[in-house]
């Protein structure tokens, strides 16, 4: 008989069949590919790690609290993530132990030595930027660990150590070799709902923002329409203030003429002006009928020679080539400061204008410090000072062999200085014709006229013997004075700029305006002509522009400068083959047509530190150039050799 106990079932043995189909099964689960994915995502997920709490530490007695954190991977939670419950492990018998803890206490081991031991997270912190370096270097003199392009790069900009400031070089510095450091994710990072609320945040900062910037764009809008409303109210009480001032202009000059006219004013006065012991010119207040000085004009025999001399200079000037003695374009690039003279006064410096005498190597300027000087390049000494003006000397001019000198001032005068065998200069003349500073003096052809513009609106022609003025000109057309004056080779047009960026060319003859250009932005500071005759060029706030005067257009525009900085200069040379320009620098422009680039070929530096370059000027043949600023020094540019041939030459001499 066959017993039925092996095929009975008891409890126990159904407890242990049941726990071997739950090992294998775990076993065959722990196994598989994807729940080892699984796994191993869970193991890094910050969800399955517990904060853990501080580390304290005692030292010296006293008691500190270490930030350092550590996270603890509790092992029933991520046996509980991985679905092996505690509970079935103490039902099971030790033999499934190892199929069931194999991967997963590997797992844990693993976690638990990198989690939880602080050994393993590198405490090195750069000194610089308190972050834990990724190229760690340390100093041998101090010790301290540094970022090494960080200390690299301070090293290369001041040459020390940015802790103790001692001398450090990269020769001072040892490199540390450590692990690849993994930094942990920040806490708000560190779980999805904590990464939702950072993602929020950041959307409500954003939705912040813009809505202040459509605030700010807002107001700002606002102001624009109220500034523009102001600018359009400005313009319109200007408009009308000037329409009221030329009506009150009129009324004066109608009831002028219809008055009769004092007889104060109607006696002359016979007083003469005197100026260094020689005698100015009369002032004879004879009025005409509009109530301004009787002037006698420019007669028939006067325009005779001013149409002869330009008749002459125009047939010269179709024959005309460029001399062979002129320096040459690679000789000017070359060019460097010679030397620097100190003419003026300290504590008035500004050189204002400067005026060369070719023939006889003279200099003349003008200063802010009321004198005019008269200087000798060849000796390098002073040869006259003139005194007398009482306010800034702004213009002056040598006239025929350099034995007069005119000079304009700001006290409203013009002064004719007469040479002596001494060398001095006298004062001949003392002309009082205008009401407002004198900007401008140019001389013509002939050498027996020149011409004076003011602010007073007006420009003078004078006769250079007898400081007669034949003619006094104003345009009624605008109230802006004049900045700058120049004649045109031939002699029979002027040149005027205004402080209203206007340039005006005026015919001589019948003093009329023939011509305007407009265009410039700001007072027109400087203006010149080309010894060709065709060529004018003008300086002004917003650079400097070149016209032609046959077609009476502008054809090239130079803006060297930002447009807080004005154009002060601009000068042709004598044979017209280079232009140069001052303002905050020096610029040498070699002189093409009308369809041609204009390059500039040298640049020289403002070495008085001003920023303001006031006036410069050609030398013969432009072997050198003379430059004013706002100090008291003369400076010349040149080739070193020429300028000890030209002090031999005059030795010899």
């Known amino acids: 008989m066959v017993t039925t106990t092996a095929s009975r079932t008891t409890p126990r043995g159904k407890k242990e069949r049941s726990m071997e189909e739950i090992a294998t099964t775990t076993s065959k689960l722990a196994f598989n590919p994807v729940i080892r994915v699984v796994m191993a995502i869970i193991r890094w997920l910050p969800a399955s790690l517990e904060e853990v709490a501080v580390v304290e530490s005692e030292r010296d007695g006293s008691r500190r609290m270490e930030g350092q954190r550590v996270q603890i991977l509790t092992s029933n939670r991520l046996q509980n993530l991985l679905g092996f419950p505690h509970s079935i492990y103490r039902y099971l018998p030790p033999k499934y132990h190892k199929k069931i803890h194999t991967p997963s206490s590997s797992l844990l081991h693993c976690g638990h030595r990198r989690l939880l031991n602080p050994s393993s997270h590198s405490t090195m912190i750069c000194s610089i930027s308190g972050e834990v370096p990724e190229e760690p270097v340390v100093s041998k003199s101090s010790g301290l660990l540094f970022e090494k392009r960080l200390i690299e790069r301070h090293i290369l900009d001041y040459g020390k150590c940015p802790v103790t400031g001692e001398t450090l070089t990269t020769d001072d510095l040892v490199p540390i070799k450590t692990g690849k450091i993994v930094k942990p994710r920040p806490v708000q990072a560190a779980s999805i709902p904590g990464m939702l609320g950072m993602f929020q945040n950041e959307w409500d900062a954003l939705v912040l923002s813009a809505f202040a910037s459509e ?140 005026d060369i005498h070719q023939s006889k190597d003279l200099i003349a300027t003008g200063g802010v410090d009321m004198n005019a000087v008269v200087f000798n390049r060849s000796s390098g000494e002073i040869v006259s ?43 001949k003349h003392v002309l009082k014709d205008h009401t407002a500073e004198v900007q401008a003096v140019t001389v013509h052809a002939t050498n027996n006229y020149f011409v004076t513009a003011s602010l007073d609106n007006s420009w003078c022609f004078y006769e250079l013997s007898s400081g007669l003025c034949l003619a006094q000109v104003e345009d009624s ?57 065709y060529f004018l060029a003008t300086a002004a706030q917003d650079g400097v522009k070149l016209w032609d005067l046959r077609k009476l257009r502008n054809f090239r525009t130079f803006t060297p400068y930002d447009e807080n900085t004005p154009t002060q200069s601009v000068e042709f040379d004598h044979s017209g083959s280079y232009l140069a320009i001052g303002g905050s620098d020096i610029r040498v422009y070699q002189v093409a047509n009308v369809k041609s680039e204009w390059n500039c070929i040298k640049t020289f530096p403002d070495l008085s530190g001003t920023g303001k370059i006031n006036s410069v000027k050609f030398g013969a043949d432009a072997k050198y150039i003379a430059v004013g600023s706002m100090d008291r020094n003369l400076r010349l540019f040149g080739l070193p050799g020429e300028e000890k041939d030209a002090a031999a030459m005059e030795a010899e001499s």
């Open 215 to 354: 605030q700010q764009l807002h107001t700002t809008r606002q102001e624009l329409s109220h500034c523009l409303y102001q600018h359009d109210s400005a313009c319109r009480v200007i408009a009308r203030l000037k329409k009221e001032l030329d009506e009150a202009r009129t009324m004066l000059s109608s009831l002028e003429r219809q008055a009769p006219m004092p007889t104060s004013t109607a006696v002359a006065s016979n007083a003469y002006a005197i100026s260094n012991g020689k005698r100015a010119a009369t002032e004879d207040d004879e009025f005409g009928p509009d109530g301004k000085k009787f002037r006698p004009g420019i007669s028939s025999s006067i325009i005779t020679e001013l149409t002869d001399c330009n008749a002459a200079l125009s047939q010269q000037r179709k024959k005309r080539q460029i001399p062979p003695t002129l320096v040459p374009l690679d000789a000017i690039e070359r060019y460097t400061q010679l030397n620097s003279y100190p003419l003026h006064k300290t504590n008035k410096a500004g050189i204002l204008s400067i």
């Open 385 to 427: 000072t003139l005194s007398g003006h009482s306010k800034k000397v702004t213009s002056v001019k040598f006239v025929s062999d350099g034995e007069l000198v005119v000079t304009g001032s700001a006290d409203k005068t013009v002064r004719v200085w007469q040479g002596s065998e001494s060398g001095n200069y006298d004062c």
């Open 477 to 533: 057309s605008v109230s802006e004075g004049y900045t700058s004056a120049a004649f045109h080779p031939d002699g029979l047009i002027l040149g005027t700029g205004t402080s209203g960026s206007i340039v005006k060319i005026w015919d001589v003859k019948s003093q009329a305006n023939v011509a305007r250009f407009d265009g410039h932005v700001g007072a027109v500071t400087a203006i010149s002509f080309s010894e060709n005759g």
